[in-house]
Each structure stands twice: as structure tokens, then as C-alpha cells.
């Protein structure tokens, strides 16, 4: 599997308005877009820095994976995604080599990336993604 570098990192976040504040108004960062993906039931807000972003992901829904996350964890990291040259590659590697994964094949994200995600079980905690631009 060849990984690129980190894609970016995903912050869950109850308001992408509020959120996005500090990234604008401190760091002087802007918000490039913001996009719904409503199979995952969530709005992303695309902070671009450098080859990685930061998106900040607002649930749509009281049952999305991020409000759960949020009422489980608090507002924060969610996840970390690293970038790879062939994602159905790196699956098919990620499966021989016996890792736990939440995706066993790509699905649609935000930006049109292919994703895939690893059980945090295999990463010390860690919800890691798997994406292909």
C-alpha cells in the first residue's frame, strides 16, 4: 500500500458556523466549501492547508455517526485520513494482513474521495480513513 500523505483530518463539531470562527477569524484560514453527504448524514466544511484540509463535520441528524460521536466524546478529532495511491489495493492488503475493518470495500465521501475506514481496535484508538482522490 502506498500512502501519500495525511488527506486530512476530520473534527466533529456541533456547528460549523461557530467552529469555523476560530479557523477563520484566528487563523486566517478559509472555509472552501461546505458540502452534504446525506448517506453519512452530515454537512462538511473544507479547510484547505497546505496538501492536507481540515474538515469540520456538522451532524444532520440527532442519529448520525457524528452526533453520536459528539454525545459519546465531546466536539474534537474524529478521525484522521491518509491519502492512498490505489484504494482497493490498500484494502485488499489491509484484509491479508488480518486487519479489523469497518468498510470492506470503498463507499462515496465528502469531495468525491473513495473511502474506507479501519476499526479503531486496529489503531490503538485511532478512527483512521482511507481515501483516494
Avoid: W
Avoid at 477563520?24 to 466544511?45: F, M, P, R
Avoid at 452526533?67 to 492488503?93: C, M, P, T, W
Amino acid at each position: 500500500m502506498k500512502v501519500k500523505h495525511i488527506d486530512h483530518i476530520g473534527v466533529a463539531v456541533k456547528s460549523i458556523d461557530q467552529a469555523g470562527k476560530f479557523y477563520t477569524e484566528i487563523l486566517g484560514l478559509g472555509i472552501e466549501d461546505v458540502e452534504n453527504v446525506a448517506e453519512q448524514k452530515v454537512n462538511v466544511a473544507f479547510i484547505p492547508i497546505t496538501d492536507s484540509e481540515v474538515e469540520l463535520l456538522e451532524s444532520t441528524d440527532p442519529d448520525g455517526p457524528v452526533a453520536k460521536y459528539i454525545d459519546s466524546r465531546g466536539e474534537g478529532v474524529q478521525h484522521i485520513a491518509f491519502r492512498v495511491e490505489n484504494i482497493e489495493e490498500a484494502l485488499e492488503e489491509l484484509k491479508e494482513r488480518g486487519v479489523r475493518l469497518i468498510d470492506q470495500a470503498p463507499r462515496e465521501g465528502a469531495g468525491g474521495a473513495k473511502i474506507a475506514f479501519i476499526h479503531p481496535k486496529e489503531t490503538n484508538g485511532v478512527l483512521v480513513e482511507i481515501c483516494e482522490r
